[in-house]
């Protein structure tokens, strides 16, 4: 990030800085408000592929999916990489363009070396056989990647891998085959990125509930009402800096 803010002034690159720091603290718990910040660092710094980024990002997270889509669209002309086809793909999944999905997942799986990448790329695929009615079909290209692996998995995208087979072996209800699944995924992941552990939990009939009450201090005035405020400057966005992200966001579309 800091190399790409060093094209820009002093104090443009402490506020366009500002606001990428945000995305990821705030993604998870308050998407929306990550998608503003992102937006105010994309509209002052709109040809760094680090806002593209953290907009598209942040869009998907929020379920703002043709903004997401367009965005991701962008990256991939500014930067080359095909990387993002795998987010692409899901994009175009959750607005029920499925055989624009799958024309690019077959195109993407050509242009995709990253390992990683590839797994993310199956996996959405398969997401999208299973929305156009295809579980079988979905869980045969999952199947065929665990047995006869076309090139070495990293071990969290084997963990990946096997989290997504074992979900739709659980939705075809094979309790026993996803259970084994979500083992082996859980064995893979320590750092428990995927729900492999949380399912297993599920499925052993283990619950846990969460009183908050009890890690509240009665003798503390906790004042939140400020929580979701932006720096003053988050408003002050320069009219030619707008239009011009917009003619640009218009060419791509």
């Not at 094209?7 to 443009?12: A, D, F, K, V």
């Not at 690159?13 to 929306?32: K, S, T």
């Not at 599920?202 to 009183?211: A, I, K, N, P, R």
Request: glycine share 6%; charged share 35%; hydrophobic share 40%.
């Amino acid at each position: 990030m800091k190399a790409e803010l060093k094209s820009l002034s002093s104090e443009m690159a402490q506020i366009v800085g500002a606001h990428l720091m945000m995305v990821p603290l705030l993604i998870d718990d308050d998407p929306e408000l990550a998608y503003r910040h992102a937006e105010a660092a994309r509209c002052r710094a709109a040809r760094l592929p680090i806002t593209r980024e953290a907009t598209a990002e942040a869009a998907y997270a929020a379920g703002m999916f043709e903004e997401a889509l367009t965005q991701f669209k962008t990256l991939r002309r500014m930067t080359g990489s095909p990387d993002v086809i795998p987010a692409m793909v899901d994009c175009l999944r959750a607005l029920g363009k499925y055989r624009e999905a799958l024309e690019l997942a077959d195109s993407g799986s050509r242009e995709i070396e990253d390992p990683s990448m590839a797994i993310e790329l199956l996996i959405v695929t398969a997401g999208v056989r299973v929305d156009m009615g295809q579980r079988e079909e979905g869980m045969r290209l999952l199947r065929r990647e665990i047995e006869r692996p076309t090139m070495r998995h990293p071990q969290l995208a084997q963990a990946r891998l096997l989290f997504a087979y074992g979900d739709l072996l659980s939705q075809a209800g094979d309790t026993a085959g996803a259970y084994h699944c979500f083992s082996i995924a859980a064995s893979l992941d320590p750092s428990e990125t995927t729900a492999a552990f949380s399912r297993l939990d599920e499925m052993d009939g283990v619950t846990f509930e969460l009183d908050e009450s009890e890690f509240v201090d009665e003798d503390t005035d906790i004042d939140d009402s400020d929580d979701d405020e932006l720096p003053e400057d988050f408003e002050e966005i320069e009219d030619s800096e707008e239009i011009e992200d917009s003619e640009e966001d218009g060419e791509e579309a």
